[in-house]
């Protein structure tokens, strides 16, 4: 009840009923982030462009009780758009010894899992990773990807067999 009424004197131009909202599941918004972006600057950058824009369309929310899927799914649009505007290339040997000995240092403790995900098209790593990482149902990835319910399933079933099929299991 009380997001409700923060949503509506958010609406009504009230930032820190804005601000309150956010925080009040911004580990929930964090964890989206970070799951799409892979990186925590890149995360927050994509946080911020969501902030904003939830600042200049909070007005348009018709149901205020969607806020929050509303606002996660500019959060994924602002990461999906981050991720194809910010395609680029970094050297290492640019980097600087300390950030060389830390990055191979957690490319060492990758696990294998992570590896095999990334061989699987995005939309079947998408659903994966929403449901298993972040524990999303599949009505909340469905709103969030703009796919039908069936096909965030098919997305996931087919997925997880393509995983265990590469990674030398059997489908049962």
Partial sequence: MEDIFLIKNAKSGDKDALVTL?????????????LYMK???????????????????????????????????????????????DKRIVLIDEWDQEDKKNYFREKDQEIDL?????????????????RYYLDYDYETISKLTNTPIGTVKSRIFNGLKRLRENMGGEYR
């Fill in 22 to 34: 956010i925080m009040n599941k911004k580990n929930e918004y964090y964890g989206l982030a970070l």
């Fill in 39 to 85: 990186n925590q600057e890149d995360a927050l950058d994509a946080l911020e462009d969501m902030i904003v824009i939830l600042y200049s369309k909070i007005h348009s929310l018709r149901k205020p009780e969607a806020f929050y899927s509303w606002s996660k799914k500019i959060l994924v649009s602002c990461c999906l758009n981050k991720i194809k505007k």
């Fill in 114 to 130: 992570d590896k095999e995900l990334e061989k699987l098209s995005f939309k079947h790593r998408e659903a994966i990773k929403l």
